[in-house]
């Protein structure tokens, strides 16, 4: 059974930084992209980043270009998401996704900037 | 960037009716389009890929059609477990999703 499981939100500061990360398992991690979409309290989903198979190809979103790094981790079986300079607008819930289109979710973390 | 807009933002229909959801993209993408469903406080669920394509586990209810710049998800007889909101997005260039459209209880 695939599962993903992230971890890492929580509240912080405008400004502040914060590194998601999402466990994989059930399937071959390094042979799928991965992709983080999130979704602001009572709004609807937005696409922030995706990375290749191995790591070569990296997207952003042009809301999250310069601040947020996606990364991978193919031996540990993880993704990573590190956020820069979170604005008040970055609160949202943050999923993991593989492939493309988004065959399978995450259970989604929380990050709330505020002061 | 391609846009994309779903209509309508919210529907009103009772269990047993024909549901249809159209989705434009500003731009061509082929046949490069998804939709999912989500519920209240769980992830999203894919439910059709290349536009009519059905992913393993989803009910036969639901189907997709369309290419170029006009797509359409149909359940053809809406289930209780069909009430929801409902995201297209294209996966041409990048990635981008629709607003939603909610589908609630007439």
């Known amino acids: 059974e695939v599962q993903l499981v992230e971890s890492g939100g929580g509240l912080v500061k405008p400004g502040g930084s914060l590194r998601l990360s999402c466990v994989a398992s059930g399937f071959t991690f390094n042979s799928y992209t991965m992709n983080w979409v999130r979704q602001a309290p009572g709004k609807g989903l937005e696409w922030v980043s995706s990375?290749?198979?191995?790591?070569?190809?990296?997207y952003n979103a042009d809301s999250v270009k310069g601040r947020f790094t996606i990364s991978r981790d193919n031996a540990k079986n993880s993704l990573y998401l590190q956020l820069e300079s979170l604005r008040a607008e970055d609160t949202a819930v943050y999923y993991c996704?593989?492939?493309?289109?988004?065959?399978?979710w995450g259970q989604g973390t929380l990050v709330t900037v505020s002061s | 960037d391609i846009q994309m807009t779903q209509s309508p933002s919210t529907l009103s229909a009772s269990v047993g009716d024909r549901v249809t959801i159209t989705c434009r993209a500003s731009q061509s993408i082929g046949t490069w389009l998804a939709w999912y469903q989500q519920k209240p406080g769980k992830a999203p669920n894919l439910l059709i890929y290349?536009?009519?394509s059905l992913q393993i586990g989803v009910p036969s209810r639901f189907s997709g059609s369309g290419s170029g710049t006009e797509f359409t998800l149909t359940i053809s007889s809406l289930q209780p477990d069909d009430f929801a909101t409902y995201y297209c997005?294209?996966?041409?260039?990048?990635?981008?999703f629709g607003q939603g459209t909610k589908v609630e209880i007439k």
């Open positions: 997005q294209q996966y041409d260039t990048y990635w981008t």
């Open positions: 290349k536009a009519s």
């Open positions: 990375i290749s198979s191995g790591g070569l190809n990296v």
């Open positions: 996704a593989r492939s493309n289109p988004f065959d399978s």
